[in-house]
C-alpha cells in the first residue's frame, strides 16, 4: 500500500538511501535537509525536498504538522525531536528512529538479542542513546506515541571509510595497508565483530512500512546475518590490496604512543567488545533480509574509498 513518507535527513548517507529504496517501493516520498547537503551519494528522483529544520520547533509545528504524513524516519534523532514529533506531530501513523546497537554493549550473552540489558549506563554503551530510547518506549506505553526504534550495527558500505582495527574509522590505516606499511593494532583478532550493510539497513525501514501495526512499540537490530572475527576483518583488507604489510601488536593501553589519534573511551574499549547479535525478530516482524556479509560490504567499502580517491 502506497503511503507518504516523510524522512528527516534525506541527503545523509542513509536517509538519502531510504528516500530511494521508498521511492522505488512506490511510496510517496519527501525529505527534509538543512540545504543541499554535497554528500548526497544517490539518486533522489523522485523525492520532493522541503529545506527546514527539525530541530525547529516552529518548523515542526507550522510545517510539518499541516503536511499529510503516514510514516516520518528520522536517521539521526535526538530527544529533542522526539519531544518535537510527539507533541505536534499528532496526525503521523508510524515513527522510525534509528540508535544503534552500541545500546547493548558489554554483552552478557552470544547472540544479543533485543531482550538484551541497555536501560543503564555502562563503561562502554552510548548511553545519550540509551536515555533517548528510554523516553521513546516511555511515549508509547504512556500516549501509544507510535514508534519503532531500529538499532544497526557497525554501518559498512559505499559512502563511507570503514571501521579499522584502532578502533575509528581512520583512512590513514587502510592506507597503509594499500602501501604495504607496518601496522601495530592491539592483540584484537580474536574479537567477534558484525556489522550492516548500508543499503540493507535502509532497506529495513523501507520493509517495516508494509507492516505498521507489527513494529510499533519494537526494537529491532539490523545487521548482517553472523559475526565475524576482527582477525576475518583484517584478512579481507589484506587480500583486497593484496598487502604485505607486517602486523605487529602492543596492549591497547601503549597504542597511543604509536598512534596519537588512537583513544581508549569509545574506540578502542568499544572496538574490544564481542558483538555477536541476533537478526531474527526484524525477519520474523517484516521480512527483514540482508544482502551483505561483513566481508562484501568491507570490499565494497573500500572499493568505494579507492574509486573516490581516498587510498
Known amino acids: 500500500m502506497t503511503k507518504k513518507v516523510l524522512i528527516l535527513g534525506a541527503t545523509g548517507e ?10 522505488d517501493a512506490g511510496h510517496q516520498v519527501s525529505g527534509v535537509s538543512r540545504g543541499l ?24 509545528s507550522e510545517v510539518l504538522a499541516k503536511r499529510d504524513i503516514d510514516v516520518l524516519i528520522d536517521s539521526v534523532p535526538s530527544i529533542n525531536n522526539v519531544e518535537l514529533y510527539s507533541k505536534y506531530l499528532k ?12 545500546t547493548f554493549v558489554p554483552l552478557q550473552y552470544f547472540p544479543a538479542d533485543e531482550n538484551h540489558p541497555w ?13 533517548r530510547d528510554k523516553r521513546i518506549l516511555e511515549l508509547w506505553e ?3 506515541f507510535p514508534a519503532t526504534i531500529f538499532r544497526p ?41 558484525q556489522s550492516g550493510y548500508n543499503w540493507d539497513l535502509a532497506s529495513a525501514f523501507v520493509k517495516a512500512i508494509d507492516y505498521p501495526e507489527a513494529v510499533r512499540g519494537e526494537i529491532f537490530i ?69 544482502t551483505r556479509t561483513t566481508q562484501e560490504g568491507l570490499i565494497e567499502a573500500l572499493q568505494w574509498c579507492t574509486d573516490a580517491g581516498l587510498l
Not at 496526525?91 to 552500541?102: A, D, P, R
Not at 583512512?171 to 592491539?186: G, M, S, V, W, Y
Request: net charge positive; with cysteine; aromatic share 10%.
Open 37 to 60: 547537503n554535497s554528500r548526497s551519494q544517490v539518486d533522489l528522483t523522485g523525492v520532493k525536498m522541503l529545506v527546514g529544520d527539525k530541530g525547529d520547533e516552529a518548523f515542526v
Open 142 to 144: 504512556q500516549e501509544k
Open 153 to 193: 550495527t557497525n554501518i559498512i558500505g559505499q559512502g563511507r571509510v570503514p571501521l579499522e582495527l584502532w578502533g575509528a574509522r581512520d583512512i590513514e590505516f587502510f592506507r597503509k595497508l594499500k602501501n604495504h606499511q607496518p601496522i601495530t593494532i592491539a592483540p584484537c583478532e580474536h574479537i567477534m565483530i
Open 222 to 290: 539490523i545487521s548482517c546475518k553472523h559475526a565475524i572475527t576482527l582477525g576475518q576483518y583484517l584478512q579481507t583488507a589484506i587480500e583486497f590490496f593484496g598487502s604485505k604489510s607486517v602486523i605487529a601488536h602492543c596492549p591497547a593501553e601503549k597504542l597511543k604512543a604509536i598512534y596519537p589519534e588512537v583513544t581508549m573511551k569509545f574506540r578502542m574499549d568499544f572496538l574490544l567488545e564481542p558483538m555477536c547479535l541476533d537478526i531474527s525478530k526484524a525477519k520474523k516482524n517484516f521480512g527483514y533480509a540482508p
Open 119 to 131: 536501560r543503564d549506563e555502562t563503561t562502554v554503551n552510548f548511553y545519550t542513546q540509551c536515555i
Open 14 to 23: 542513509i536517509g538519502g538511501r531510504i528516500a530511494r529504496l521508498a521511492v
Open 91 to 102: 496526525q503521523v501513523e508510524n515513527f522510525f528512529f534509528c540508535s544503534s546497537t552500541g
